[in-house]
């Protein structure tokens, strides 16, 4: 079973940025969809961003766009989320998770997760 471990949350000022790192146990890294995903406090999960198998295509939730940034390094079995301008509102546990299907943004479309990592932005 594959294992998704995040890393790279904190504590950060507004305007600031942070990198979220996912990495992946297993070999077949490449064949899945990646996705980010966050949960504030009181609230549901809600999809963040999503990459396709090649890298090419990549999808973001409105309240995120032009901020953040997904990619993946295969040779690494990582995915990362590049966050800059941060705001309060992104105050939440992020988490990566792992899908089969392509173009996948919702989040019973995607079968393995990881623990999170807690992002807190200050105002």
């Known amino acids: 079973q594959v294992q998704l471990v995040e890393s790279g949350g904190g504590l950060v000022q507004a305007g600031g940025s942070l990198r979220l790192s996912c990495a992946a146990s297993g070999r077949t890294f490449s064949l899945y969809v990646m996705g980010w995903f966050r949960q504030a406090p009181g609230k549901e999960r809600e999809f963040v961003a999503t990459?396709?198998?090649?890298?090419?295509?990549?999808y973001y939730a409105d309240s995120v766009k032009g901020r953040f940034a997904i990619s993946r390094d295969d040779a690494k079995n990582t995915v990362y989320l590049q966050m800059n301008n941060l705001k309060p509102e992104d105050t939440a546990v992020y988490y990566c998770?792992?899908?089969?299907?392509?173009?996948?943004?919702?989040?019973?479309?995607?079968?393995?997760w990881g623990r999170g990592t807690q992002v807190t932005v200050s105002s």
């Open positions: 998770a792992r899908s089969s299907t392509s173009l996948a943004i919702h989040r019973n479309e995607f079968g393995s």
């Open positions: 990459i396709s198998r090649s890298g090419v295509n990549k």
